[in-house]
């Protein structure tokens, strides 16, 4: 992207999708802090990202009914790393529902275990603002105690293995 922006052969126009790319990419890297938002549960109450207190937390974004969300709920729920680490107090899942259709998201709240965090994006922030690439749903995040990106755009596999190695 960076020698897109830089090359000659592209007039501005054509270099503002690479430039968009580029400060998305830029956004959330591994070895830096996670950007906080505010979600809201069902309930009505709110909460912040930074705010949660855990070793670690997987911030999983998604969309309710989503076929590939529905398998990394069960791959998740299945883990037995991830599920060990949720029993000690040592991970907090925060999933969120980054759109506004939150009838639809109502409707699949039992899809969702019920020790994980399961709020959306009320304002719609994190799609408006692009706080965070969500190119691909879901999008899974594993974060260290200070918000800090340990693993992104990964899988839950691949968060298993993680927490399996940390142990």
Not at 41 to 59: D, E, F, V
């Amino acid at each position: 992207l960076d020698a897109m922006l830089a090359s000659s052969l592209l007039n501005d126009t054509e270099k503002v999708r690479p430039k968009a790319r580029r400060e998305l990419a830029q956004k959330n890297r591994l070895g830096t802090k996670a950007i906080d938002f505010t979600y809201t549960l069902a309930t009505g109450k709110t909460g912040s990202l930074h705010a949660l207190k855990a070793p670690y937390t997987l911030l999983f974004i998604s969309n309710p009914g989503c076929y590939a969300c529905i398998e990394t709920i069960d791959a998740l729920k299945n883990a037995p790393a991830i599920g060990r680490a949720l029993s000690a107090k040592q991970l907090q899942i925060l999933s969120i529902y980054p759109d506004e259709e939150l009838d639809e998201w109502k409707r699949h709240l039992t899809d969702y275990p019920a020790d994980w965090i399961n709020g959306y994006d009320r304002n719609q922030v994190i799609k408006m603002q692009n706080l965070y690439d969500l190119k691909a749903i879901p999008t899974l995040y594993l974060l260290s105690k200070d918000k800090t990106v340990l693993l992104k755009d990964v899988t839950a596999m691949d968060i298993e293995q993680f927490l399996d190695s940390s142990k």
